[in-house]
């Protein structure tokens, strides 16, 4: 059974930084790209960041570009998400995604075969 499982939310002061982590089980980690996405109350869920299974290369959303940096230990099975100047429009829960298809770019949900359950972040202002 696939399990991916996010930590290390929580609330922060605007300017501050988290680092979230996923740890995947059931899968063979180092063969699947890694998403991370992020859904705001009343919005859609939105792309934030993805990495290819090899970790050479990196996709960033513009919102979060030079902020935010993806990377990966596949000796661990964990993907991490380090957020600096965090922005109160940052707020959202963030889940980590993975996939091994690509039907679909890599910044489209719909690309991705397994989802956490969601980390809150909360930035206040």
């Known amino acids: 059974q696939v399990q991916l499982v996010e930590s290390g939310g929580g609330l922060v002061q605007a300017g501050g930084s988290l680092r979230l982590s996923c740890a995947a089980s059931?899968?063979?980690?180092?063969?699947?790209?890694m998403g991370w996405f992020r859904q705001a109350p009343g919005k859609e869920r939105e792309f934030v960041v993805a990495?290819?299974?090899?970790?050479?290369?990196?996709y960033y959303a513009d919102s979060v570009k030079g902020r935010f940096t993806i990377s990966r230990d596949n000796a661990k099975n964990t993907v991490y998400l380090q957020m600096n100047s965090l922005k109160p429009e940052d707020t959202a829960v963030y889940y980590c995604?993975?996939?091994?298809?690509?039907?679909?770019?890599?910044?489209?949900?719909?690309?991705?075969?397994?989802w956490g359950q969601g980390t809150q972040v909360t930035v206040s202002s």
């Open positions: 990495i290819t299974w090899t970790g050479g290369r990196t």
């Open positions: 059931g899968l063979t980690f180092s063969t699947y790209a």
């Open positions: 995604a993975a996939t091994t298809n690509t039907y679909y770019p890599i910044r489209n949900a719909r690309r991705y075969d397994y």
